[in-house]
């Protein structure tokens, strides 16, 4: 495994991301196998593992507590962070602080983390002093850095870091070749290296989309080199962006991790990857995508509508001829055949700032002229 140093501290290149562990055909997480990964992690050489509040339902904590706690604690770096939809006063940032520990089975994070800070919620994060409030538990020593994953505009990013910099070390942001543009993220890039902040990366994969992301695009890469996985380009990517401390992956089973790990340790991008890179996103930028990454912070809708699947469902359909023809048998038992209401309640969450009423109104239409 190879390692960035960063406050004198050995953090491994690759990071374990625990939004996406393996589940049982019920939903909940799959202990054996999940346990099983991150013993393999660790004896790999991965040191930092990535947790929130809500991920799983709350069930990615306590799985952590679990399965980090058989090992000794100076083999791993725990990170989490406060929901800050559930701070309804400032007192609960205490509260849920010392809940996150509870089910993490540690007294301090070695990394903490203001989840998911927006331009339509940081508003509410002053004014619950949830950022004094983190800055005490650091003097406290129970948080080892401070920092917090953004999911908004540049304009705020710059605020937030020009405001309080002096209080967040480092900054977690979305990056992947596929967003560099799309969203702009080159610009929250290059404003986190303007205020010198180390950067640890979510979604290089982008929610698995750039793991196999048509087979028009998908061909170039295995035309180019066989024997390397789609996803590791995208992973290669943002771990050698500069600045970039961690690059968490999400890993559902066994076969992603160890391909995560050999990529891990191959040598860095040349031109020619980089060449490549951008010839099948050129490819790939000819199908139109729902630019959703599963998070399902949509979630739950008011009608009942699987919103992050029937998104899945459509974007797979306008990348394989086979799912397309099962579309409408798969977006009936996402939605039971009800339709959007177009109440607006998910709009606000939605890190990738979709239209989502409007998008499943165009979904709807579409299937009714089918």
């Known amino acids: ?16 991301g625990g939004m996406r562990l393996p589940c049982e055909s019920d939903g909940k997480i799959d202990y054996a196998a999940a346990e099983a990964m991150v013993d393999r992690a660790l004896e790999a050489g991965i040191n930092y593992f990535d947790t929130a509040y809500g991920y799983h339902g709350g069930q990615s904590e306590r799985f952590y507590g679990r399965a980090l706690s058989r090992h000794a604690r100076e083999k791993y770096l725990v990170a989490d962070k406060m ?4 701070c309804h006063v400032p007192a ?10 509870s089910r993490v089975q540690v007294d301090r994070f070695d990394f903490y983390l203001i989840h998911n800070i927006q331009d339509g919620n940081f508003a509410h994060v002053e004014e619950m002093e949830i950022i004094g409030n983190l800055a005490r538990k650091r003097e406290e020593g129970r948080i080892g850095h401070l920092g917090f994953s ?44 303007a205020h010198g902040k180390p950067i640890v990366v979510m ?8 793991a196999s992301l048509s087979p028009e695009a998908d061909a170039v890469y295995r035309a180019y080199c066989p024997d390397l996985s789609v996803a590791s380009y995208a992973l ?14 999400g890993m559902s089973n066994w076969e992603q991790l160890e391909d995560n790990l050999k990529n891990a340790d191959l040598p860095d991008l040349t031109e020619k990857d980089y060449a490549v890179i951008g010839k099948a996103l050129d490819v790939f930028r000819r199908n139109t995508l729902i630019p959703c990454t599963g998070c399902r912070y949509c979630m739950d809708c008011t009608v009942g509508l699987d919103i992050p699947g029937v998104f899945r469902a459509v974007n797979d359909a306008r990348l394989s001829a086979d799912a397309a023809r099962r579309l409408p048998e798969r977006l009936s038992g996402l939605t039971g055949g009800k339709e959007c209401i ?22 709807a239409a579409s299937m009714r002229k089918e």
């Not at 929901?83 to 559930?86: A, K, M, N, V």
Request: net charge negative; hydrophobic share 40%.
């Open 150 to 193: 953004f999911h908004g505009s540049a304009e705020l990013l710059e605020r937030v870091l020009s405001g309080y910099g002096d209080v967040f070390e480092f900054v977690q942001l979305q990056l992947n070749y596929f967003d560099w543009e799309y969203i702009n993220a080159k610009r929250l890039h290059e404003i986190a290296r």
């Open 92 to 101: 609960d940032t205490d509260r849920l602080f010392a809940e996150q520990c």
């Open 1 to 16: 495994m190879r390692y960035n140093e960063v406050w004198g501290k050995k953090l491994s290149r690759l990071g374990f």
């Open 203 to 210: 979604e290089p994969v982008r929610g698995g989309m750039l």
């Open 236 to 249: 290669r990517y943002a771990m050698q962006l500069p600045g970039v401390m961690v690059t968490l992956s």
């Open 342 to 363: 177009a109440c607006g309640k998910c709009v606000p969450y939605c890190p990738q700032h979709i239209e989502i009423p409007a998008r499943m109104a165009e979904i």
């Open 83 to 86: 929901p800050t939809w559930e």
